[in-house]
């Protein structure tokens, strides 16, 4: 077996503080969620800066399903980008945290009516309506509030995106939006742009997630222009705005090849450009709304080995503290991770490991087999890219307790979410 030297398999955009992390498990406990919030700055403005044009209006948001806690959502309003949310719970943390609601952009495939009502009262600036249903709902709500509400229509322009099955969104069967090959789909958008109460401004996609063919982004952005036109054509519904949505892929492990979103962007926006001069398209905003990209590789989570378990079948487990409840993704996508050993950083590699968490259930595994040096119980274990979609479906699954989350800053360190207690967890029981 060849076995690589162990620094190798860091993400590199955390090797450089792994010293660090003995002191953090010290100070805050493990299992312990850690957001870095250099790199997060780093990656917000990149995006930006990759937005500018000479075009027309852009706006970066930020899918807040990824990761939301109320400093997060504080840094999403310092750093001036909006909001994509897709429950009133949802926004009901953006605003505590600071984001103001006219940069909300609200998703979901079923909005309650009550969400709905929530949304237009806190003055949420778009609501992306998912189907025909629910425009009819929102502009009930409308009506009996008075009120007049900007929305952008969620659409399915069925771009194949090679990514997980169970988290792609727009093939034919998707749940999310209506489909650009439905045949009723202009008497849809019509009878949306003749309601009174609601302002139809556009359109808005999104493919799916973790996705690393850049040429799916463009062929979705072709399909939704050309829609664009013929809206405009057959109904004489301007489009002024498009909501390309997210899905960027990340670094997790050796296999993911994310492409440059700062060689990206520009090139994208340069073709959006294009294909609406083309089609005679006037835009005035063009939006996207990354998660993952923007926030998972400032995320790690630290836990301490506990028992060390040779099996008769001859694999190696090294135990966590957590597991499938604070970070689901490899038992539900079979998502792979890196990870170290921050007070072995030097020592070479020595055995492949099987990382299990604690939950009842033998899926509980964080990492299939993964060569470090030698694991002892009392070892910190460091798990790379955990940033986006570990916090936020995280679980109380046999009544384990959701870690706390800390936020580093270069040499500052702050609390951002308490470790759940016994207490919490049963907050909202009653006896
Ligand atoms: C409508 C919508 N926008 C944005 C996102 C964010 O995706 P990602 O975290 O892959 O960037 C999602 C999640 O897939 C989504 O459903
Ligand atoms: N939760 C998924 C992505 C879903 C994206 C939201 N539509 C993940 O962890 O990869």
């Known amino acids: 077996m060849h076995l690589e030297p162990y620094q190798t398999k860091v993400n590199n ?21 850690i957001f870095d919030e250099e790199s997060f700055r780093e990656r917000v403005y990149n995006f ?63 909005k309650l009516d009550e969400e709905l009502a929530f949304a237009v009262d806190q003055e949420v600036g778009t609501i992306v309506i998912d189907n025909r249903m629910e425009a009819d709902r929102l502009n009930n709500i409308l009506e009996q509030k008075g009120k007049k509400q900007r929305a952008l229509l969620r659409l399915n322009p069925g771009v194949e995106a090679h990514t997980h099955e169970y988290i792609k969104t727009a093939n034919l069967d998707s749940k999310f939006g209506e489909s650009v090959f439905d045949e009723k789909i202009e008497d849809i958008i019509e009878s949306i742009y003749n309601y009174d109460n609601i302002d139809l401004a556009g359109l808005h996609c999104h493919i799916g997630s973790q996705i690393f063919d850049s040429e799916s982004f463009i062929k979705a952005a072709d399909e939704m222009l050309h829609f664009a036109q013929r ?44 294909k609406s001069t083309e089609y005679g398209i006037q835009l005035d905003k063009v939006t996207i709304e990354p998660g993952r990209s923007l926030v998972n590789n400032s995320g790690s989570t630290l ?45 070479p590699v020595k055995e492949t490991y099987t990382i299990a968490g604690k939950a009842c259930e033998s899926g509980d595994v964080v990492i299939n087999n993964i060569d470090l040096p030698q694991v002892e119980t ?28 800390v936020h580093i800053d270069g040499e500052k360190s702050y609390l951002t979410v308490k470790r759940q207690s016994f207490e919490d967890i049963i907050a909202n029981n009653i006896l």
Not at 387 to 399: K, R, T
Request: glycine share 10%.
């Open 13 to 33: 955009e955390l090797v450089h503080s792994l010293h660090k992390y003995s002191d953090l498990a010290q100070q805050y406990g493990t299992p312990l969620y």
């Open 48 to 110: 930006k800066n990759a937005l500018e044009n000479p075009y027309f209006e852009t706006e970066l948001l930020f899918a807040s399903k990824s990761v939301l806690t109320l400093a997060i959502a504080k840094l999403i309003s310092e750093y001036g980008i909006g909001q994509d949310v897709v429950s009133a719970g949802e926004i009901f943390t953006g605003k505590k945290g600071g984001v103001q609601p006219s940069k909300m952009y609200f998703h979901g495939n079923n």
């Open 231 to 274: 809206i405009q054509t057959n109904l004489n519904i301007p489009i002024r705005e498009i909501n390309f949505g997210g899905g960027f892929g990340v670094y997790y492990t050796e296999e993911d090849k994310p492409f440059d979103i700062a060689e990206f962007l520009p090139n994208f926006i340069e073709h959006v450009h294009e």
């Open 303 to 347: 836990y301490t080995i506990g028992d060390i378990k040779q099996t008769v079948g001859g694999k190696k487990y090294a135990f966590i503290d957590g597991g499938m409840t604070d970070n689901i993704r490899p038992a539900l996508y079979q998502a792979e991770y890196e990870a170290a050993l921050p007070n072995k950083i030097n020592e």
């Open 378 to 405: 009392g070892d910190l274990l460091l798990v790379n890219g955990t940033g986006s979609y570990n916090y936020s479906m995280a679980s109380n699954y046999n009544h384990i307790p959701i870690p706390a989350m």
